[in-house]
């Protein structure tokens, strides 16, 4: 439905990863970074791969990490939203009083406990989030729209919500169906 007061954008026809190899890529001395260090600490993860994943106008930088969890950047979610500030700002989320319906005790714990992690050859400690936090606060930042609970000046993070919706919906799709059949 159009809603000139939401700005109703047609959804991207078209996502993009550009991926990379992180300096260095996974070897063994990044596998190893995983077991205690000598402190006896456990060091962060460091990110194997990188890259851009570009939906729309919007990029998102992109991490695979040695233990094999897939990261997006805090900031790269913080600007994908069209919000303001550094990669702390999807910190924001776990306690705005218009999510607090919509938010799943999984997309809170996973808003509260960023992921720590180094990039060879760049950020020793960077932030990041799992990245299924993306399409779960999508949903529920479109969930506050649809109850009215946004305010103006929140309108364009529930459009930019709904773009990457639409786009990580079609592409994950096609992802499903090529893992179902064994298509790669």
Not at 30 to 56: C, D, H, K, V, W
């Amino acid at each position: 439905m159009n809603d000139p007061k939401r700005g109703h954008k047609p959804a991207p026809s078209e996502t993009e990863i550009k991926p990379k190899m992180a300096s260095g890529g996974p070897s063994a001395s990044s596998s190893l970074a995983t077991g205690p260090s000598q402190n006896g600490t456990t060091p962060a993860p460091a990110a194997a791969y990188q890259g851009e994943l570009l939906i729309s106008d919007i990029s998102i930088p992109c991490f695979v990490l040695d233990d094999n969890r897939r990261v997006l950047s805090g900031r790269g979610i913080t600007g994908a939203m069209a919000l303001k500030g550094r990669g702390s700002g999807t910190a924001r989320f776990a306690t705005a009083k218009y999510l607090q319906p919509f938010l799943s005790d999984s997309l809170r714990h996973g808003i509260e406990n960023p992921i720590q992690f180094s990039i060879p050859g760049g950020l020793p400690n960077a932030l990041g989030y799992e990245a299924i936090v993306l399409p779960e606060l999508c949903n529920a930042i479109q969930d506050a729209a649809d109850a009215d609970l946004l305010r103006d000046d929140q309108l364009p993070m529930a459009r930019q919500a709904k773009i990457l919706s639409r786009a990580l919906s079609t592409v994950g799709i096609i992802g499903l169906i090529d893992e179902a059949t064994g298509y790669q």
